[in-house]
């Protein structure tokens, strides 16, 4: 139960290393509110005490269920309405989710705490489990640093800590790093008598402070510095994506992306790709608008490696038309197993399309030469028109 400004959380379920930070830190929120009066469980009231978006809260929230942590039991009241009832388990147990017993009578989204006597647990400052701009992950790494920090001889260490959670070294390392950008814990480097070595001590802080700087190096002789405050990391972090995200979009296209979505759309209306999809599909439609409005608005076009002028782009796109590209399409067919770029091979094979549609006079047109499959097959009936007629001279053809 709530202890006044303390949470009992058990140290078995911070020690599990099949158990992830986030379900830690919501196994931690949960603790939290039990014992309030009016208090109903929910997704939703689990929502308003962390940062985490709704995708997060649900994979720690299912996760809870799948190790037996958190039971999920429902039963129906005498006007017919659904009551869930939940209970946080101190040990992990059987799945339980979403099972029916009429036997449970209790309120509406109650929850208990279903424990021994076994006095194994770590008193945590409720005020951060339930603040909201602090996420479960942090939550959690909170919960087990701070009964890490209480075992006596315990070095405290990322890579120990690591050990008591399922996450992998990269996505550690990085709530790692939150976990002190949050204001909750202090590291403060010490040399140890050799060069670039050092010892390192932790502070965990019951309230988050960033004013302070997360990172503290102790000099041999005496004096001290600091990386920077928080707040400067975060500003200096909120500058460098701003300076990115500048470069990005100034590289990467002129137009903006509202604009080119209007390009598109107006592409696909000239060509009524609705039409379009009952006949070919969706993604050969998709892929054939892409390559029409790389042929109209790209800066450059490149055609098997050749950059296309722009006299010779405006002559090939006036002949893009709804007729024009469903010839193209009934002559086309395309393998995307084999493909890897099919917009840009679509891209190819449309524009050399119409640019032979450009060429031709309707009036004048030179008879278009025979493939080698219909002159082979011409030969061979040559040939056995020949056989028959020597067949019949010699009296020997019969019908």
């Not at 208090?39 to 939703?44: G, M, T």
């Not at 919960?143 to 209480?150: F, Q, Y």
């Not at 976990?179 to 309230?207: D, M, V």
């Not at 031709?360 to 080698?372: G, H, I, Q, S």
Request: aromatic share 10%; proline share 4%.
């Amino acid at each position: 139960m709530s202890a006044t400004g303390y949470t009992t959380i058990y140290n078995e379920v911070l020690r599990d290393s099949t158990l992830s930070l986030d379900a830690k830190g919501l196994f931690a929120v949960i603790k939290s509110f039990i014992g309030l009066p009016d208090f109903s469980l929910s997704k939703r009231r689990l929502g308003y005490a962390c940062s985490d978006s709704g995708y997060l809260l649900n994979a720690a929230w299912k996760e809870l269920k799948q190790k037996g942590y958190l039971q999920h039991y429902f039963s129906q009241s005498e006007n017919g309405a659904f009551c869930h009832v939940y209970n946080l388990m101190q040990h992990p147990s059987e799945p339980v989710d979403f099972v029916y017993s009429p036997a449970i009578d209790r309120p509406n989204g109650d929850v208990i705490c279903i424990s021994d006597a076994q006095r194994d647990y770590t008193n945590i400052s409720t005020s951060v489990l339930r603040d909201k701009s602090i996420s479960l992950a942090s939550k959690g790494l909170f919960a087990l640093v701070s009964h890490l920090m209480k075992i006596p001889g315990f070095v405290l260490r990322p890579e120990g800590i690591r050990s008591f959670c399922m996450e992998k070294i990269k996505h550690f390392s990085t709530l790692w790093k939150r976990f002190k950008i949050s204001g909750l814990l202090k590291q403060h480097r010490h040399p140890a008598g050799e060069e670039n070595r050092w010892t390192y001590e932790y502070e965990i802080c019951e309230t988050p402070d960033l004013e302070t700087p997360y990172l503290t190096n102790h000099h041999a002789d005496g004096s001290v510095s600091t990386i920077a405050t928080i707040g400067d990391f975060l500003e200096k972090l909120k500058k460098h994506v701003s300076h990115i995200r500048k470069n990005v979009s100034l590289k990467k296209k002129d137009k903006p992306r509202a604009v080119r979505r209007k390009e598109r759309r107006k592409i696909e209306r000239q060509l009524n790709a609705d039409a379009l999809r009952k006949r070919f599909g969706n993604d050969l439609t998709g892929t054939v608008v892409t390559a029409v409005c790389n042929i109209r608005h790209a800066d450059k076009l490149f055609i098997k490696g050749a950059e296309i002028a722009q006299e010779r782009r405006e002559t090939v796109a006036q002949m893009i038309s709804p007729e024009s590209v469903e010839r193209f399409l009934d002559s086309t067919t395309i393998d995307y197993d084999r493909i890897k770029n099919p917009a840009a091979y679509l891209q190819t094979a449309l524009f050399d399309f119409l640019e032979k549609q450009c060429g031709t006079d309707a009036d004048e047109a030179p008879d278009k030469p025979l493939a080698d499959w219909e002159q082979a097959w011409l030969a061979q009936k040559a040939e056995a028109r020949r056989r028959r007629e020597e067949a019949i001279a010699r009296g020997e053809y019969q019908d």
